[in-house]
């Protein structure tokens, strides 16, 4: 059984970066589409950006585009979310996610993902 953990979030000034980690056990990552998504205070989860590491193909927000970079490193299970410039409007609970596809893009519609990590905070504010 696929376990996720996300770690990295935290308060940082507008502008600022982070670099938010999604760590697996239990499976190879390799083998599905990883998204990473966010929720702010009352409103619906969103889709950031995704992987699908085997077929090298990403895709992100349009919100997100040119500041923030997904990649992995399948030695150490892990999906990273490179985030820069960041905006207040960044704010929100991260989460990171896998699925399993037969299609080699990957998606940013959290309906479909199948296992999900427990998510971390990312506060942007001065």
């Known amino acids: 059984q696929l376990q996720l953990g996300e770690s990295g979030g935290g308060l940082v000034q507008p502008g600022g970066s982070l670099r938010l980690s999604c760590a697996a056990s239990?499976?190879?990552?390799?083998?599905?589409?990883i998204g990473w998504f966010r929720q702010a205070p009352g409103k619906e989860r969103e889709g950031v950006s995704c992987i699908s590491s085997s077929a090298g193909i990403t895709d992100y927000a349009d919100s997100v585009k040119d500041r923030f970079t997904i990649s992995t490193d399948n030695a150490k299970n892990t999906v990273y979310l490179q985030m820069n410039s960041l905006k207040p409007e960044d704010t929100g609970v991260y989460y990171c996610?896998?699925?399993?596809?037969?299609?080699?893009?990957?998606?940013?519609?959290?309906?479909?993902?199948?296992?999900w990590g427990q998510g971390t905070q990312v506060t942007v504010s001065s």
């Open positions: 996610a896998a699925r399993l596809s037969v299609f080699r893009r990957c998606v940013l519609r959290p309906g479909e993902y199948e296992y």
């Open positions: 239990g499976s190879n990552l390799a083998v599905y589409r």
